[in-house]
């Protein structure tokens, strides 16, 4: 092993969590990933399964306010809210494209990553990896991952995405664990 896998171990940055569905789980997860890491993160989340504002919401009542918190919503409803200030004074966004749109997701993506960058302590969440392979073939959700997570890595937040592995099978949830930091299963 070399002294780059070493030190991807020790400082995990982009994490892939195979665990079944189900928006409390995701909660949890989240919860557990910033305690130690800060109070209050810059979010920017990726949803195919929530609406917006209903995943905002969850996350100031179940996990703290945040400062700022974006969205990329891929669920494909084209509702998508206007940016809104909190009465704590964090501010919400949403950036909509459709679920089969990778390359406008993308765009979204970046933008979102940029537009948090420059406010700190930053934590990232995809909601379903396993939402993206009913979109896309193996070979073209791996691209996008690799983009996504390079984005991760050059904006030095930390990051989690979701993936039931009891919905693929293991060459594609091994496929897919290549291009993390760090694996965890959740039964």
Known sequence: MGPRAVERERSPKAELVLTPPGPDRRTMLKRQAVAGYVDHPTVVEFTYDSDPVTLHERWRAEVGAPPC???V?????GEVPGPRVAADGGSFAVEGAHPR???GLCMKWQDALAEARGQGNLFVAFDSVTALLQYADLGVAYRFLHTLVTGVHRAGARAQFYLDPNAHDERTVSTVQGLFDAVRRIG
Request: hydrophobic share 35%; charged share 20%.
């Open 69 to 71: 918190h974006m969205i």
């Open 73 to 77: 919503d891929a669920s494909g409803t």
């Open 101 to 103: 749109d990778l390359t």
